[in-house]
């Protein structure tokens, strides 16, 4: 693995010059294993998807580094999706026909979606790594999620305000798209399964800059509690137009929201936000302070949305340890054998995230770790296995 992040951005440049689809990034080689990386790296979520990039880079970097998979190197293929269903099309009928990749993996749930008819028709894997929508684990049968979905960390999130909190009713604001749908629900469900009773719950267009409309429902309701379900772009503009119009009331977010760029655009508006982690922090495991550590050092900080980063850096440690296991089992290279070796090792031991599980049920449960803001820093908040 040669190329370095300044090569992915550039790469990500021309590709928009190319008729939507970016050029691929690779090591060339000979025998090489290889596997197909599709992620935003321009639009508007690109500050996500550049990161888990190179989470991801320094993975195959580490593992070649070791000797690679029984003496052949992992190759790893990029392109852009800016987060966008129809680009993230292209992006992987590149990779599976041109490319030839016989897994790839990938994110946004809106993109994962769009690409699953793709992978069950082509019989190619398709990881799921940071998608949230339950629907994910529904998508057929070669696409699998490596990410706890939002029936995971939202129920917790949602139980905690009612149980923890001793918030009787809550608003649930939410982004109207694959993201935020299905998750508002989740959160809907668990907070009344609770006992709690949800007053408000609004849906706000993946465009809006003005949510005046929505809380001044939210200023007339008597939730005490706030969810918001969005992305990074919209998430901090909803919590700022809250505080400008008064509204005090704890907000609480999912895993999106464990980013240094809201607390930064947010100030003291921030103080208080509850988010969630579905990776362990520094203090948890050792493999993740090194691991802060190394952007500290190569980058300059941490990265944005650290969790998403520990799952992209382990990801190519599953395709890793996929191949192996399909190599000692001395079958052919393709996608139905890179499923039955996904089904195969089962029990992945993981650097960032620790054990990760798959199934016949296509999801992966991890414990949940709440964070909140204090004093502009996210401290720990509670665990809940």
Excluded: C
């Amino acid at each position: 693995m040669s190329f370095k992040r300044r090569d992915v951005l550039k790469a990500a440049a021309a590709g928009a010059l190319a008729a939507g689809l970016p050029l691929p990034l690779r090591a060339q080689g000979a025998g090489n294993l290889r596997f197909g990386l599709a992620m935003p790296l321009t639009g508007s979520q690109s500050a996500y998807g550049k990161d888990q990039v190179t989470g991801a880079q320094w993975a195959v970097e580490d593992i070649n580094a070791k000797g690679g998979v029984q003496g052949r190197k992992l190759e790893m293929i990029v392109l852009d999706t800016q987060a966008d269903p129809q680009v993230g099309i292209n992006a992987v009928n590149r990779l599976i026909s041109v490319e030839k990749v016989p897994v790839f993996i990938t994110a946004w749930s809106a993109v994962v979606k769009a690409v699953a008819p793709i992978a069950n028709r082509e019989k190619v894997l398709e990881l799921s790594v940071g998608a949230s929508s339950p629907d994910v684990a529904t998508l057929g049968d070669y696409v699998y999620t490596t990410f706890p979905l939002a029936d995971v960390d939202v129920t917790a999130v949602a139980r905690y305000a009612y149980q923890k909190l001793g918030k009787k009713t809550a608003a649930v604001l939410y982004i109207n798209n694959d993201t935020g749908v299905d998750a508002a629900k989740v959160y809907r469900e668990a907070f009344e399964k609770a006992g709690g009773k949800v007053t408000v719950y609004e849906a706000y267009d993946p465009k809006a800059t003005d949510y005046s409309g929505m809380l001044l429902k939210l200023r007339a309701s008597n939730a005490e509690m706030v969810h918001i379900h969005g992305l990074i772009t919209d998430i901090p503009q909803v919590i700022a137009q809250m505080r400008q119009l008064g509204l005090k009331q704890r907000v609480s977010t999912y895993s999106a929201g464990y980013n240094p760029i809201i607390v930064k655009q947010l100030g003291a508006a921030a103080e208080g936000l509850i988010v969630t982690s579905l990776a362990p922090g520094a203090n948890d495991r050792p493999q993740v302070k090194a691991y802060i550590e190394r952007w500290r050092s190569k980058e300059g900080r941490v990265p944005n949305g650290l969790p998403y980063t520990q799952y992209l850096y382990d990801a190519p440690v599953m395709v890793a340890q996929m191949y192996d296991w399909l190599l000692k089992q001395k079958l052919a290279v393709n996608g139905e054998n890179m499923r039955k070796a996904l089904l195969g090792v089962k029990r992945f031991e993981l650097p960032m995230t620790g054990v990760t599980e798959v199934d016949a049920t296509h999801r992966v449960k991890k414990p949940v770790y709440l964070l909140t803001v204090e004093k502009g820093n996210f401290v720990p908040l509670a665990t809940v296995s």
